[in-house]
T-cell receptor
Framework: DTGVSQNPRHKITKRGQNVTFRCDPI?????LYWYRQTLGQGPEFLTY????????KSRLLSDRFSAERPKGSFSTLEIQRTEQGDSAMYLC???????????FGPGTRLTVL | AQTVTQSQPEMSVQEAETVTLSCTYD???????LFWYKQPPSRQMILVIR??????QNATENRFSVNFQKAAKSFSLKISDSQLGDAAMYFCAYRSQGAQKLVFGQGTRLTINP
């Protein structure tokens, strides 16, 4: 396994701009998760996919956030009209099955100026 | 909703000594999973140890072991023979039997003094 990868690792943007992050899970992992981690806090769940189906979304995921996982492989997380409060580390994780361990990627650190 | 509480924002220990990190959780469920994850500075989160609630035996992984007290809803992590590479943020996490998301505590920053 090559591990979960995320791109970009860092993103600096101006308020009001749109940003998109990509996550590539471990191959053959059919479950993919997005979490957000602000400084000094534990990660908070945003959403999860089983294959290409988005099965759960947190109320933290406002209308400005959208996630996709076409063909059940990589996933993208888009934030529209970014706000300073969106500044955080966005973590992606994947797992093989429902009871299996979630393996995390290195994260994308977003800074909104 | 389930909550996870780590009451120790920071801990420090001398190299080669033993340290225990605390975690308590709140749930009305009987079947669930508990985890300790380690997040080194600027590096990705990795699993340290996991415990299934239906198992009475405490999980152990080399120098890492847990003290799982189901009735008290307590799940502490003991690190024996601490090494410099153990320095990191440690997060306790909970997952319901029927759910997918992890619920994390606030974390404990562990410093290892040489």
């Amino acid at each position: 396994d090559t591990g979960v990868s995320q791109n970009p690792r860092h993103k600096i943007t101006k308020r009001g701009q749109n940003v998109t992050f990509r996550c590539d899970p471990i191959s053959e992992h059919n479950r993919l998760y997005w979490y957000r981690q602000t400084l000094g806090q534990g990660p908070e769940f945003l959403t999860y996919f089983q294959n290409e189906a988005q099965l759960e979304k947190s109320r933290l995921l406002s209308d400005r956030f959208s996630a996709e996982r076409p063909k059940g492989s990589f996933s993208t997380l888009e934030i529209q009209r970014t706000e300073q409060g969106d500044s955080a580390m966005y973590l992606c994780a994947s797992s093989r099955g429902a009871t299996d361990t979630q393996y995390f990627g290195p994260g994308t650190r977003l800074t909104v100026l | 909703a389930q909550t996870v509480t780590q009451s120790q924002p920071e801990m420090s220990v001398q190299e080669a000594e033993t340290v225990t990190l605390s975690c308590t959780y709140d749930t009305s469920e009987s079947d669930y999973y508990l985890f300790w994850y380690k997040q080194p500075p600027s590096r990705q989160m990795i699993l340290v140890i996991r415990q299934e609630a239906y198992k009475q035996q405490n999980a152990t992984e080399n120098r890492f072991s847990v003290n799982f007290q189901k009735a008290a809803k307590s799940f502490s992590l003991k690190i024996s023979d601490s090494q410099l590479g153990d320095a990191a943020m440690y997060f306790c996490a909970y997952r319901s039997q029927g759910a997918q998301k992890l619920v994390f505590g606030q974390g404990t920053r562990l410093t290892i003094n040489p």
